[in-house]
């Protein structure tokens, strides 16, 4: 199969149809570019195979539950659709996860922080670990929660995003020409765009930290900070200190500042805090790993609606950093509970644009 779809008689009939595309040969798309993305409300997703059935099952969905005719009408006030973040819309294989690597650098490779030496041992054994399996150790997901909100501890809103935007401007590891800013699945930023052009109301609810979430996606997404849901900080006074809220008066001369976590927004935490911050069950629902399993199940299960799960599956070698062994396990439990597979090998004609590439295929 040809995946390679950016030479310039498709840029050219794409650019005919009325798109928005993205930067020509030789750049990776711009955060600008991607959010300037527009799909019509019928459906033309130009970034997926001709021959996807993932593609074929969402677009026969929206446009049942967007018909006013059908049976399975969905008024626009209930069209909820939940997305996974990492792994689901955003790279996370170059080596990990964003909010890990930023982590990472912030604990060993921040010239102007000293971490505490537990804190940077702790963070040494982390990217040994990653760096030398490509996966995380077992049992220490909110353990490295924990510490990841301790080396930001103490920064202001402000600080804190000024940090993140600067290591969004770092490339990835392992491809060539993208930013992690910029590392965003082409196919799927496609259907949050289609979704949102049929009047559904799309939320990221993702593990990693909220407003890291926040700084990467509402902005390319068309997303208002209320539509992202992730671990949470708890953010306090500067004057604050250890004292309860309820004891602490915010002062004229205070500011707020991050504190420690609050809670990790994995597996059945998301469903609990879908219920609590939405209100209301989802009728789509995309993840891709086995921590989305309850969001999944909860969007489809006892459903008023016609409802629809879909789980991407990081089964591309040659465009991607993929897991063959995650991609199967996951591919396993879209047939147990009836979800739609979406194989980033199969389905999408392209993954970030035609000159990003694995740098070992150089």
């Not at 990472?104 to 040994?128: C, G, Q, V």
């Not at 353990?143 to 909100?149: K, V």
């Not at 306090?236 to 004229?252: P, R, S, V």
Request: contains cysteine; proline residues 4%; hydrophobic residues 40%.
């Amino acid at each position: 199969m040809n995946h390679k779809i950016f030479g310039s008689a498709v840029l050219a009939a794409a650019i005919g149809l009325g798109a928005a595309i993205f930067a020509p040969a030789g750049e990776a798309a711009t955060r600008e570019e991607i959010a300037a993305m527009e799909v019509s409300p019928s459906g033309d997703l130009r970034y997926w195979t001709e021959d996807s059935v993932a593609k074929e099952t969402l677009v026969s969905y929206v446009r049942d539950v967007t018909n006013m005719g059908s049976e399975n009408f969905i008024p626009v006030a209930d069209r909820i659709a939940v997305f996974d973040m990492d792994g689901t819309f955003l790279c996370e294989t170059a080596p990990y996860y964003f909010e890990w690597m930023l982590y990472l650098d912030r604990a060993i490779h921040d010239a102007n922080y000293t971490p505490k030496p537990s804190y940077r041992k702790y963070a040494e054994a982390i990217e040994s670990a990653i760096r030398k399996t490509g996966e995380f150790p077992k049992g220490v997901d909110v353990g490295e929660a924990r510490a990841q909100q301790a080396v930001f501890a103490g920064m202001t809103p402000a600080e804190y995003e000024a940090y993140v935007r600067n290591f969004m401007e770092k490339p990835v590891e392992g491809l060539t020409n993208l930013k992690w800013g910029e590392a965003f699945y082409l196919p799927m930023v496609e259907v949050i765009k289609y979704l949102q052009a049929n009047d559904f109301t799309v939320y990221v609810v993702s593990g990693s930290d909220r407003p890291t979430v926040r700084i990467l996606s509402c902005e390319v997404l068309g997303l208002a900070p209320a539509q992202v849901i992730g671990s949470d900080t708890r953010m306090i006074a500067a004057g604050q200190g250890d004292k309860d809220g309820l004891d602490y008066l915010y002062g004229k001369e205070d500011y707020l500042v991050r504190g420690q976590l609050v809670e990790k927004v994995l597996k059945m935490n998301k469903v609990s805090i879908i219920a609590q911050e939405i209100g209301q069950q989802p009728v789509l629902a995309f993840g891709n790993s086995s921590g989305d399993s309850s969001m999944l199940n909860y969007t489809v299960y006892g459903n008023k609606y016609k409802s629809a799960s879909f789980m991407v599956l990081c089964d591309d070698l040659e465009r991607e950093l993929g897991n063959i062994k995650k991609a199967e396990k996951c591919r396993e439990l879209a047939d147990t509970y009836g979800w739609t597979p979406i194989s980033m090998r199969d389905d999408f004609a392209t993954i970030y644009g035609e000159d990003v590439t694995r740098t070992d295929k150089q």
